[in-house]
């Protein structure tokens, strides 16, 4: 994990794609925060950094970049291995512990699922609405600047960014690694 901390700040433009602000406030200038060159972040595909102490997803794909945070909305997993499908028109990367699927330009979750009320009932997506939450990318002379955003209201990936979600996480990490040792225990 890289730590990133840049101390310019620069004026954002704004998310109009879910009618926020890059800022609360908008006559403050959004800060952003240098993750690096465009060609390195290309040739890596994925890199996570936590700048200012939120852990982040930098994600390039299909000649464009994404920023989201790195836990999954639902049960707290790293998207970083996840893999990344078209669905309904929209890239999404797929959560690897629960399959849970999540557009990376918007957050928003989509599920498939059947409408009973239908003569023939036919799968289709749904949205879930917003869930993770997403932060805009800039590039600027072939470097890549990430601006954190700050849209108003709880998205449900930013437990994960808090002192109790951290600590769930923690313990998961902890319980997991305990398994593994009694199961090497196991084949000997």
């Known amino acids: 994990m890289t730590h990133v ?14 009618n926020c602000t890059t800022s609360m406030d908008e006559n403050m200038p959004s800060r952003l925060y240098f993750i690096g060159k465009k060609e390195d972040l ?9 700048l200012d102490g939120r852990d982040v997803l930098i994600i ?17 997993s790293s998207l970083e291995p996840g893999d990344i499908e078209e669905i309904n028109n929209k ?13 990376l330009a918007e957050g928003e979750g989509l ?16 949205s879930k609405g917003i869930k993770q939450r997403v932060h805009k990318v800039t590039e600027v002379d072939e ?3 990430v601006t954190l955003s700050h849209c108003p209201g709880w998205i449900e990936s930013d437990y994960y960014q ?23 225990d196991e084949d000997v």
């Open 60 to 76: 390039y794909h299909q000649r464009n970049f994404y920023a989201m945070d790195l836990q999954c909305y639902h049960a707290g």
């Open 162 to 184: 808090t002192e109790k979600g951290r600590a769930e996480l923690r313990e998961a990490q902890e319980s997991e690694d305990g398994e593994g040792d009694v199961n090497a």
């Open 111 to 126: 599920y498939k699922a059947t409408n009973p009320a239908e003569e023939i009932p036919t799968p289709r997506w749904y």
């Open 143 to 145: 470097d890549i600047f």
């Open 91 to 103: 890239l999404c990367i797929v959560c690897p512990k629960h399959k849970y699927k999540i557009t």
């Open 5 to 18: 901390s840049h101390d310019s700040q620069r004026p954002g433009t704004g998310r109009e794609d879910l």
């Open 42 to 50: 290309v040739q890596a595909k994925r890199m996570n950094v936590t």
